[in-house]
């Protein structure tokens, strides 16, 4: 039987890539982001990010499990620095579209504050 964390978060696991302070990305996994962030910040991350610190969260994407988020992690790890970006873009355009509501209600004020 599956805990309740898995059962009420079906994207339990997340991809991540950031960018550390020598401008290179790194990719990893995590089912905590902002405890990993914390780590990877605090020189108790990754081998790699611990001479690199601060490292910013440049994007991530949810996977049901650890063996697909794993595998995605393989996949980017393998990407060159371009395709990377790509795929940053790609990710973040689709978070944007569904953090994005659209409200026919809503009126845009055209820069104009009525304060």
């Known amino acids: 039987?599956?805990?309740d964390y898995t059962k009420t978060n079906k994207?339990?696991?997340?991809?991540y890539i950031?960018?550390?302070?020598?401008?290179?990305y790194y990719t990893g996994i995590t089912t905590d982001m902002d405890r990993r962030l914390?780590?990877?910040?605090?020189?108790?991350?990754?081998?790699y990010t611990r001479s690199r610190?601060?490292?910013e969260l440049e994007e991530s994407k949810g996977f049901p499990?650890?063996?697909s988020a794993s595998k995605e992690e393989y996949r980017i790890k393998k990407l060159s620095r371009p395709q990377k970006?790509?795929?940053?873009?790609?990710?973040?355009i689709k978070r944007l579209k569904e953090e994005y509501v659209y409200d026919p209600n809503i009126k845009p004020?055209?820069?104009k504050d009525k304060t």
């Open 18 to 24: 950031v960018r550390c302070s020598d401008d290179t």
């Open 1 to 3: 039987m599956k805990n």
């Open 109 to 111: 004020n055209n820069g």
């Open 85 to 92: 970006e790509e795929l940053i873009g790609e990710w973040r």
């Open 53 to 55: 610190t601060p490292v």
């Open 65 to 67: 499990d650890r063996s």
């Open 38 to 47: 914390n780590e990877h910040n605090s020189g108790k991350g990754a081998k």
């Open 11 to 15: 994207m339990s696991w997340k991809v």
